[in-house]
Protein backbone atom coordinates (compact mmCIF):
# COMPACT_ATOMS: atom_id res chain seq x y z
CA UNK A 1 0.00 0.00 0.00
CA UNK A 2 2.57 2.58 0.60
CA UNK A 3 5.32 0.62 -0.16
CA UNK A 4 7.17 3.49 -2.10
CA UNK A 5 7.48 5.64 0.97
CA UNK A 6 9.46 2.39 2.65
CA UNK A 7 13.39 1.47 2.35
CA UNK A 8 14.02 -1.26 -0.25
CA UNK A 9 15.62 -3.25 2.84
CA UNK A 10 15.06 -2.82 6.55
CA UNK A 11 17.84 -4.63 9.00
CA UNK A 12 16.01 -6.79 11.86
CA UNK A 13 18.61 -6.31 15.24
CA UNK A 14 16.53 -8.86 17.53
CA UNK A 15 17.06 -9.00 21.28
CA UNK A 16 15.84 -11.49 22.34
CA UNK A 17 18.61 -13.09 24.04
CA UNK A 18 19.03 -9.51 25.72
CA UNK A 19 15.84 -7.76 26.29
CA UNK A 20 13.89 -10.87 25.60
CA UNK A 21 15.83 -12.85 28.89
CA UNK A 22 14.68 -9.29 30.87
CA UNK A 23 11.45 -11.06 30.96
CA UNK A 24 10.26 -11.08 34.43
CA UNK A 25 11.06 -14.80 35.29
CA UNK A 26 12.76 -15.66 32.08
CA UNK A 27 16.47 -17.06 32.58
CA UNK A 28 17.62 -18.79 29.37
CA UNK A 29 20.64 -21.61 29.76
CA UNK A 30 24.06 -21.78 27.84
CA UNK A 31 22.38 -24.57 25.55
CA UNK A 32 19.16 -22.36 25.17
CA UNK A 33 20.66 -19.36 24.27
CA UNK A 34 23.15 -21.12 21.96
CA UNK A 35 19.82 -22.68 20.26
CA UNK A 36 18.36 -19.80 20.19
CA UNK A 37 21.43 -18.05 18.17
CA UNK A 38 21.44 -20.89 15.89
CA UNK A 39 18.15 -20.73 15.36
CA UNK A 40 17.49 -16.80 14.53
CA UNK A 41 20.96 -17.25 12.59
CA UNK A 42 19.54 -19.93 9.95
CA UNK A 43 16.17 -18.03 9.66
CA UNK A 44 18.66 -15.17 8.34
CA UNK A 45 18.22 -12.85 11.22
CA UNK A 46 21.27 -10.17 10.34
CA UNK A 47 22.20 -9.18 13.80
CA UNK A 48 21.37 -10.47 17.13
CA UNK A 49 22.00 -8.62 20.05
CA UNK A 50 22.85 -11.62 23.05
CA UNK A 51 24.08 -10.19 26.53
CA UNK A 52 25.06 -7.64 28.94
CA UNK A 53 28.82 -7.86 29.80
CA UNK A 54 28.93 -5.92 32.88
CA UNK A 55 26.50 -8.76 34.23
CA UNK A 56 29.96 -11.15 35.07
CA UNK A 57 32.18 -13.79 34.18
CA UNK A 58 29.19 -15.95 33.27
CA UNK A 59 27.56 -14.09 31.27
CA UNK A 60 30.91 -13.13 29.28
CA UNK A 61 31.81 -16.71 29.04
CA UNK A 62 28.65 -17.21 27.38
CA UNK A 63 28.52 -14.27 25.00
CA UNK A 64 32.12 -15.85 24.06
CA UNK A 65 30.09 -19.47 23.39
CA UNK A 66 27.66 -17.39 21.19
CA UNK A 67 30.44 -15.98 19.35
CA UNK A 68 32.79 -19.17 18.89
CA UNK A 69 29.27 -20.17 16.72
CA UNK A 70 30.73 -18.56 13.69
CA UNK A 71 27.35 -17.58 12.86
CA UNK A 72 26.07 -15.03 9.37
CA UNK A 73 24.79 -12.21 11.83
CA UNK A 74 26.50 -9.77 13.44
CA UNK A 75 26.69 -9.83 17.50
CA UNK A 76 25.89 -6.81 19.11
CA UNK A 77 26.27 -6.83 23.22
CA UNK A 78 24.40 -4.01 25.26
CA UNK A 79 26.89 -1.25 27.68
CA UNK A 80 25.75 1.49 29.77
CA UNK A 81 27.89 4.72 29.50
CA UNK A 82 30.05 3.32 31.57
CA UNK A 83 33.99 2.49 31.54
CA UNK A 84 32.91 -0.63 33.88
CA UNK A 85 31.10 -1.62 31.05
CA UNK A 86 33.43 -1.36 28.34
CA UNK A 87 36.22 -3.23 30.07
CA UNK A 88 33.49 -5.93 30.47
CA UNK A 89 32.75 -5.97 26.69
CA UNK A 90 36.28 -6.58 25.36
CA UNK A 91 36.12 -9.81 27.38
CA UNK A 92 33.75 -10.84 24.99
CA UNK A 93 34.98 -11.03 21.44
CA UNK A 94 32.43 -9.30 19.53
CA UNK A 95 33.25 -5.89 18.04
CA UNK A 96 29.60 -3.82 17.97
CA UNK A 97 28.37 -2.31 21.21
CA UNK A 98 25.38 -0.35 22.15
CA UNK A 99 25.99 2.15 24.70
CA UNK A 100 23.04 3.47 26.60
CA UNK A 101 22.16 6.36 28.34
CA UNK A 102 18.92 8.24 29.43
CA UNK A 103 18.06 10.92 27.21
CA UNK A 104 14.97 12.27 28.88
CA UNK A 105 14.37 15.02 31.71
CA UNK A 106 12.71 12.81 33.73
CA UNK A 107 15.49 10.00 33.44
CA UNK A 108 18.14 12.46 33.40
CA UNK A 109 17.31 14.25 36.94
CA UNK A 110 15.11 11.22 38.58
CA UNK A 111 17.71 8.54 37.65
CA UNK A 112 20.84 9.67 36.66
CA UNK A 113 20.37 12.47 39.16
CA UNK A 114 22.51 14.41 36.35
CA UNK A 115 21.87 17.36 33.86
CA UNK A 116 21.59 17.21 29.89
CA UNK A 117 24.93 18.61 29.58
CA UNK A 118 26.43 15.98 31.85
CA UNK A 119 24.72 13.49 29.14
CA UNK A 120 26.33 15.18 25.91
CA UNK A 121 30.13 15.21 27.45
CA UNK A 122 29.38 11.57 28.30
CA UNK A 123 28.50 10.36 24.89
CA UNK A 124 31.05 12.25 23.45
CA UNK A 125 33.62 10.65 25.67
CA UNK A 126 32.61 7.36 26.18
CA UNK A 127 31.89 6.57 22.23
CA UNK A 128 35.68 8.04 21.71
CA UNK A 129 36.63 5.69 24.52
CA UNK A 130 34.92 2.78 23.00
CA UNK A 131 36.67 3.42 19.28
CA UNK A 132 39.87 3.57 20.58
CA UNK A 133 39.24 0.03 22.27
CA UNK A 134 38.01 -1.00 18.22
CA UNK A 135 34.77 -1.14 18.61
CA UNK A 136 32.34 -0.23 16.48
CA UNK A 137 29.47 2.13 18.60
CA UNK A 138 25.89 2.29 18.81
CA UNK A 139 24.42 4.90 20.66
CA UNK A 140 21.27 3.87 22.78
CA UNK A 141 19.15 6.77 23.90
CA UNK A 142 16.71 5.53 26.68
CA UNK A 143 13.67 6.91 27.06
CA UNK A 144 13.52 8.56 23.95
CA UNK A 145 9.99 9.26 23.44
CA UNK A 146 9.37 11.07 26.78
CA UNK A 147 12.74 13.23 25.70
CA UNK A 148 12.47 16.72 24.36
CA UNK A 149 12.62 16.55 20.66
CA UNK A 150 15.09 19.09 20.19
CA UNK A 151 17.93 18.01 23.05
CA UNK A 152 17.13 14.28 21.23
CA UNK A 153 18.41 16.05 18.05
CA UNK A 154 21.52 17.22 20.23
CA UNK A 155 22.21 14.08 21.39
CA UNK A 156 22.55 12.52 17.92
CA UNK A 157 24.84 15.24 16.54
CA UNK A 158 27.00 14.42 19.71
CA UNK A 159 27.01 10.72 18.50
CA UNK A 160 27.43 11.62 15.04
CA UNK A 161 30.08 14.22 15.85
CA UNK A 162 31.94 11.69 18.33
CA UNK A 163 32.37 8.61 15.66
CA UNK A 164 28.71 6.83 16.64
CA UNK A 165 27.10 4.37 13.38
CA UNK A 166 23.64 4.24 14.65
CA UNK A 167 21.58 6.05 17.04
CA UNK A 168 18.27 3.50 18.93
CA UNK A 169 15.23 5.23 19.49
CA UNK A 170 13.97 3.49 22.54
CA UNK A 171 9.89 3.84 23.61
CA UNK A 172 10.97 2.69 26.99
CA UNK A 173 8.14 3.06 28.55
CA UNK A 174 6.05 1.99 25.13
CA UNK A 175 3.76 5.40 25.17
CA UNK A 176 3.93 5.91 21.22
CA UNK A 177 1.72 5.89 18.96
CA UNK A 178 2.05 5.31 15.31
CA UNK A 179 1.41 9.08 13.74
CA UNK A 180 3.52 10.48 16.19
CA UNK A 181 6.50 7.88 15.87
CA UNK A 182 6.57 8.63 12.25
CA UNK A 183 6.37 12.52 12.70
CA UNK A 184 9.60 12.08 14.93
CA UNK A 185 11.62 9.70 12.80
CA UNK A 186 10.62 11.78 10.14
CA UNK A 187 12.52 14.58 11.63
CA UNK A 188 15.18 12.96 13.02
CA UNK A 189 16.30 11.15 9.13
CA UNK A 190 16.10 14.75 8.01
CA UNK A 191 18.84 16.15 10.60
CA UNK A 192 21.18 12.97 10.63
CA UNK A 193 22.90 10.41 8.43
CA UNK A 194 23.47 7.71 11.30
CA UNK A 195 21.74 4.70 11.30
CA UNK A 196 18.10 5.11 12.95
CA UNK A 197 17.07 2.21 15.08
CA UNK A 198 13.40 1.80 16.73
CA UNK A 199 13.20 -0.22 19.93
CA UNK A 200 9.40 -0.33 20.90
CA UNK A 201 7.59 -1.70 23.78
CA UNK A 202 4.33 -3.26 23.68
CA UNK A 203 2.82 -1.16 26.81
CA UNK A 204 -0.26 -0.32 24.81
CA UNK A 205 -0.17 -3.15 22.11
CA UNK A 206 1.09 -0.90 19.33
CA UNK A 207 4.99 -2.22 19.20
CA UNK A 208 4.90 -3.48 15.79
CA UNK A 209 2.84 -0.22 14.63
CA UNK A 210 5.27 2.02 16.03
CA UNK A 211 8.02 -0.10 14.58
CA UNK A 212 6.23 0.30 11.17
CA UNK A 213 5.84 3.68 11.39
CA UNK A 214 9.33 4.34 12.36
CA UNK A 215 10.67 2.80 9.08
CA UNK A 216 8.48 4.59 7.19
CA UNK A 217 9.30 7.63 8.69
CA UNK A 218 13.25 6.92 7.95
CA UNK A 219 14.09 4.29 10.78
CA UNK A 220 16.92 1.49 8.95
CA UNK A 221 17.00 -1.11 11.85
CA UNK A 222 14.01 -2.53 14.00
CA UNK A 223 14.70 -4.17 17.19
CA UNK A 224 12.45 -7.32 18.06
CA UNK A 225 12.30 -10.42 20.16
CA UNK A 226 10.67 -13.94 19.06
CA UNK A 227 7.33 -13.79 20.69
CA UNK A 228 7.54 -9.99 21.72
CA UNK A 229 9.17 -11.10 24.65
CA UNK A 230 10.58 -8.23 26.77
CA UNK A 231 10.12 -5.93 29.85
CA UNK A 232 6.54 -5.48 30.97
CA UNK A 233 4.57 -6.08 27.67
CA UNK A 234 7.56 -6.90 25.84
CA UNK A 235 8.77 -5.74 22.57
CA UNK A 236 7.71 -5.12 19.06
CA UNK A 237 7.44 -9.44 17.64
CA UNK A 238 9.99 -10.70 15.36
CA UNK A 239 7.76 -12.29 13.74
CA UNK A 240 5.05 -9.91 13.29
CA UNK A 241 7.64 -7.19 11.93
CA UNK A 242 8.85 -9.51 9.26
CA UNK A 243 5.62 -10.54 8.09
CA UNK A 244 4.11 -6.80 8.05
CA UNK A 245 6.96 -5.60 6.31
CA UNK A 246 6.62 -7.88 3.72
CA UNK A 247 2.91 -8.26 3.24
CA UNK A 248 1.95 -5.05 3.60
CA UNK A 249 5.16 -2.74 2.00
CA UNK A 250 6.76 -5.37 0.38
CA UNK A 251 9.86 -5.00 2.10
CA UNK A 252 12.15 -7.72 2.77
CA UNK A 253 14.82 -8.39 5.63
CA UNK A 254 16.13 -11.55 4.38
CA UNK A 255 14.61 -13.59 7.54
CA UNK A 256 12.95 -16.60 5.83
CA UNK A 257 9.24 -17.05 7.10
CA UNK A 258 8.97 -20.76 7.60
CA UNK A 259 11.75 -20.51 9.61
CA UNK A 260 9.49 -18.17 12.21
CA UNK A 261 7.51 -20.93 13.68
CA UNK A 262 10.47 -23.04 14.82
CA UNK A 263 12.06 -20.61 16.33
CA UNK A 264 9.02 -18.99 18.07
CA UNK A 265 8.42 -22.77 19.76
CA UNK A 266 12.23 -23.09 20.37
CA UNK A 267 11.69 -19.75 22.37
CA UNK A 268 8.25 -20.66 23.74
CA UNK A 269 10.00 -23.59 25.36
CA UNK A 270 12.85 -22.23 26.86
CA UNK A 271 11.60 -18.89 28.10
CA UNK A 272 8.25 -20.73 29.80
CA UNK A 273 6.18 -18.77 27.69
CA UNK A 274 3.13 -20.30 26.15
CA UNK A 275 2.31 -19.00 23.20
CA UNK A 276 -1.72 -18.14 22.92
CA UNK A 277 -2.98 -20.25 20.25
CA UNK A 278 -4.33 -17.65 18.56
CA UNK A 279 -1.23 -15.41 18.51
CA UNK A 280 -0.28 -13.88 15.14
CA UNK A 281 1.80 -15.43 12.56
CA UNK A 282 3.13 -18.45 15.24
CA UNK A 283 0.10 -19.46 17.33
CA UNK A 284 -1.55 -23.22 16.83
CA UNK A 285 -5.01 -22.29 15.54
CA UNK A 286 -3.86 -18.99 13.52
CA UNK A 287 -5.22 -21.17 9.98
CA UNK A 288 -7.57 -23.45 11.67
CA UNK A 289 -11.02 -22.79 10.43
CA UNK A 290 -14.88 -23.48 11.57
CA UNK A 291 -17.08 -21.26 10.76
CA UNK A 292 -19.07 -22.53 8.22
CA UNK A 293 -19.57 -19.59 5.87
CA UNK A 294 -15.05 -19.25 6.12
CA UNK A 295 -14.85 -23.56 5.54
CA UNK A 296 -17.40 -23.20 2.09
CA UNK A 297 -15.45 -20.27 1.34
CA UNK A 298 -11.74 -21.78 1.51
CA UNK A 299 -12.94 -24.90 -0.41
CA UNK A 300 -14.13 -22.58 -3.13
CA UNK A 301 -11.28 -21.19 -3.89
CA UNK A 302 -8.62 -20.45 -0.52
CA UNK A 303 -8.34 -16.79 -1.83
CA UNK A 304 -11.54 -15.74 -0.17
CA UNK A 305 -10.55 -16.20 3.27
CA UNK A 306 -6.56 -16.27 3.10
CA UNK A 307 -4.57 -13.46 3.03
CA UNK A 308 -1.14 -14.81 4.30
CA UNK A 309 -0.60 -18.21 2.30
CA UNK A 310 0.03 -21.00 5.49
CA UNK A 311 2.78 -22.52 2.82
CA UNK A 312 4.69 -19.25 3.30
CA UNK A 313 5.22 -20.26 7.04
CA UNK A 314 5.74 -23.97 6.49
CA UNK A 315 2.06 -24.90 7.63
CA UNK A 316 -1.50 -25.20 6.39
CA UNK A 317 -5.01 -24.43 6.56
CA UNK A 318 -6.89 -26.78 9.05
CA UNK A 319 -10.70 -27.21 9.03
CA UNK A 320 -12.10 -28.56 12.08
CA UNK A 321 -16.12 -29.45 13.05
CA UNK A 322 -18.10 -27.30 15.56
CA UNK A 323 -20.79 -25.27 17.18
CA UNK A 324 -20.33 -22.41 13.98
CA UNK A 325 -19.93 -25.62 11.11
CA UNK A 326 -21.88 -25.82 8.27
CA UNK A 327 -23.59 -28.40 5.84
CA UNK A 328 -20.66 -27.82 3.40
CA UNK A 329 -18.13 -28.96 6.06
CA UNK A 330 -20.35 -31.69 7.30
CA UNK A 331 -19.96 -32.83 3.63
CA UNK A 332 -16.73 -32.66 3.60
CA UNK A 333 -15.63 -34.61 7.02
CA UNK A 334 -17.32 -36.99 5.72
CA UNK A 335 -16.45 -37.41 2.38
CA UNK A 336 -12.62 -37.26 4.01
CA UNK A 337 -13.90 -40.94 5.58
CA UNK A 338 -15.11 -42.44 2.28
CA UNK A 339 -18.50 -41.57 3.31
CA UNK A 340 -21.20 -39.63 0.79
CA UNK A 341 -24.17 -38.09 2.95
CA UNK A 342 -27.29 -36.67 1.59
CA UNK A 343 -29.44 -33.38 2.67
CA UNK A 344 -31.53 -35.19 5.35
CA UNK A 345 -28.25 -36.80 6.67
CA UNK A 346 -26.16 -34.17 6.53
CA UNK A 347 -28.53 -32.17 8.51
CA UNK A 348 -28.66 -34.57 11.18
CA UNK A 349 -25.18 -35.01 11.96
CA UNK A 350 -24.98 -31.32 12.03
CA UNK A 351 -26.83 -31.10 14.80
CA UNK A 352 -24.91 -33.87 16.55
CA UNK A 353 -22.11 -31.89 15.45
CA UNK A 354 -22.99 -29.01 17.19
CA UNK A 355 -24.40 -30.49 20.59
CA UNK A 356 -21.38 -32.18 21.06
CA UNK A 357 -19.00 -28.93 20.47
CA UNK A 358 -21.23 -27.16 23.21
CA UNK A 359 -20.87 -30.04 25.55
CA UNK A 360 -17.59 -30.98 25.59
CA UNK A 361 -15.66 -27.89 24.14
CA UNK A 362 -13.98 -29.58 21.87
CA UNK A 363 -14.01 -30.71 17.88
CA UNK A 364 -15.19 -34.27 17.08
CA UNK A 365 -12.72 -36.85 16.15
CA UNK A 366 -13.08 -39.40 13.49
CA UNK A 367 -14.02 -41.71 15.67
CA UNK A 368 -16.77 -39.23 16.84
CA UNK A 369 -18.41 -38.97 13.44
CA UNK A 370 -18.66 -42.46 12.76
CA UNK A 371 -20.51 -42.86 16.15
CA UNK A 372 -22.94 -40.17 15.31
CA UNK A 373 -23.70 -42.00 12.13
CA UNK A 374 -24.12 -44.86 13.62
CA UNK A 375 -26.24 -43.25 16.73
CA UNK A 376 -28.63 -41.68 14.10
CA UNK A 377 -28.82 -44.35 11.11
CA UNK A 378 -28.44 -47.92 12.35
CA UNK A 379 -25.71 -48.24 10.06
CA UNK A 380 -23.36 -50.85 11.87
CA UNK A 381 -23.87 -52.77 9.11
CA UNK A 382 -22.40 -49.96 6.39
CA UNK A 383 -19.57 -48.93 8.89
CA UNK A 384 -18.16 -52.23 9.15
CA UNK A 385 -17.15 -52.49 5.24
CA UNK A 386 -15.91 -49.07 5.62
CA UNK A 387 -12.00 -48.82 6.40
CA UNK A 388 -12.25 -45.52 8.17
CA UNK A 389 -8.48 -43.93 9.24
CA UNK A 390 -9.27 -43.24 13.03
CA UNK A 391 -6.14 -41.34 13.29
CA UNK A 392 -7.98 -39.20 11.02
CA UNK A 393 -7.29 -35.42 11.35
CA UNK A 394 -9.30 -32.62 9.41
CA UNK A 395 -6.66 -31.38 7.52
CA UNK A 396 -6.06 -29.47 4.00
CA UNK A 397 -3.42 -31.06 2.24
Not at 51 to 65: D, L, T, Y
Not at 162 to 176: E, H, V, W
Not at 363 to 386: G, I, S
Amino acid sequence: MYASQFPAGTIIHDTTLRDGEQTAGVAFTLDERLAIARSLDAAGVPELEIGIPVMGAQEQEEIRAIARLGLAARLVVWCRMHEADLKAAQQCAVSTINLSISVSDQQISGKLCRDRKWVLSRISSLTATALDMGFEVCIGGEDSSRADLDFLLRVIETAERAGAKRFRFADTMGQLEPFATCNIFQKLRSSTSLELEIHAHNDLGLATANTLAAIRGGATHANTTVNGLGERAGNAPLEEVVMALQHLHDTRTGVAPHHLFQVAHLVAIASGRTIPVNKSIVGEAIFTHESGIHVSGLLRDRSNYQNIDPKELGRCHQLVLGKHSGTTAIRWAYQKLGVTLDKRQVECILDKVRRHAARTKRHPTADDLVRFLEETFNLETQMACLLVDTSYELTEQ
